[in-house]
């Protein structure tokens, strides 16, 4: 079945540091990828998403590009800030499958 | 626009008593999900409805619990009797035709 990996947490940096949280996905046909955000104490928000390989998706500054050949979808911000202090998931939905599957999160901590 | 809303927040019981979970999706979405979120297992999918009807119930850990959608705009879920392995955060979360996933802020179950 389709399946999500993604880096384990929790990862710490400082302010501007660059940032890259690792996944990589297990589906038949084509997906499409997302990237999910829980801020403390709030649900999950969609953060940006990709339909179909060499896609890139990008929001608020993160970025992730949909690499079929390598099966992955990492994302990336160049410069991180405090207040992106929270969980970030990756997920899968397969045509036809309103379902999505997700990666188990990973907490990235900001320090000033 | 109102989001997804659920209701409690919090909750606390004891062991043995029954809970019951609420959620107004947004207006007008025709999916409907129930996720549980703890340290341990993550993100697990419960179960989810399109157009009020159970499609895959298959993520319900046991018969205790158990789920309802009696009209587009309300659903609850229900554990009975609860258990302290229940406790979790639960989240409800809705979207159009299977596009984006907009969760609620979640409800936090503790049982003693």
């Known amino acids: 079945g389709d399946s999500v990996t993604q880096m384990e947490g929790p990862v710490t940096l400082s302010e501007e540091a660059f940032l890259t949280i690792n996944c990589t996905y297990t589906?038949?046909?084509?997906?499409?990828l997302f990237w999910y955000v829980q801020y403390p104490g709030e649900g999950l928000q969609l953060l940006l998403k990709?339909?179909?390989?060499?896609d890139k998706g990008s929001n608020k500054g993160f970025e992730a590009t949909y690499r079929k050949e390598t099966t992955s979808f990492h994302l990336e911000k160049g410069s991180v800030q405090v207040s992106d202090s929270a969980v970030y998931f990756c997920a899968l939905a397969n045509f036809g499958n309103e379902k999505l599957t997700f990666g188990t999160g990973t907490r990235l901590t900001i320090i000033p | 626009d109102a989001g997804v809303i659920q209701s409690p927040r919090h909750e606390v019981t004891e062991m043995g008593q029954e809970v019951t979970l609420r959620c107004k999706p947004i207006s007008g979405h025709d999916y409907l999900f129930w996720y549980r979120q703890t340290m341990m297992r993550g993100l697990e999918l419960l179960i989810y409805?399109?157009?009020?009807?159970?499609?895959?119930d298959s993520g319900m850990p046991e018969d205790r619990f158990s789920a309802k959608m009696p009209n587009a705009s309300f659903s609850t879920l229900k554990i009975q009797p609860s258990e302290p392995r229940d406790s979790a955060v639960y989240f409800c979360?809705?979207?159009?035709?299977?596009?984006?996933?907009?969760f609620g802020e979640g409800s936090r179950l503790t049982v003693l």
């Open positions: 990709a339909t179909k390989a060499d």
């Open positions: 409805f399109n157009n009020n009807v159970p499609i895959d």
């Open positions: 589906a038949t046909g084509y997906p499409s």
């Open positions: 979360a809705s979207s159009l035709a299977g596009g984006e996933l907009f």
